[in-house]
């Protein structure tokens, strides 16, 4: 496995157990539909929220968050209106970021509620 994508499933990985930690339960993760991606979708409550994670082990070039561009939004956009359809959901959504900085010893871990609609 390459060590970009270990990197993205540690990150994952991070990102859900910090959501169950923070009273989400995590419905699904990596859900596709056509080509968007979902990395998790969760609940909180009576709301449905789709997270995109970004993981980075340096800050070098910027924080992980910043790497979520319009058109990677606009693709998980259209990847929740798929599920939406999919599962009739009727209730609130909300789209969120979790970025997970793997520098030192112990990541760091910043979710950002309602990051672009």
């Not at 060590?3 to 859900?31: C, D, F, P, R, S």
């Not at 993981?55 to 968050?65: N, Q, V, Y």
């Not at 956009?77 to 970021?97: C, K, S, T, V």
Request: charged content about 25%.
């Amino acid at each position: 496995m390459a060590i970009q994508q270990e990197k993205g499933n540690l990150g994952e990985q991070l990102a859900a157990n910090y959501l169950t930690q923070h009273g989400y339960k995590v419905i699904e993760q990596n859900y596709r539909a056509g080509k968007a991606e979902i990395d998790i979708i969760c609940r909180q409550g009576n709301l449905l929220v789709f997270v995109e994670v970004k993981a980075r082990s340096s800050t070098k070039f910027g924080h992980p968050e910043s790497f979520v561009s319009e058109a990677k939004a606009a693709k998980i956009m259209e990847g929740a209106e798929q599920y939406l359809l999919e599962n009739h959901w009727q209730g609130p959504i909300r789209f969120d970021i979790v970025a997970v900085e793997l520098v030192g010893a112990t990541p760091k871990i910043t979710h950002f509620e309602d990051a672009f609609y």
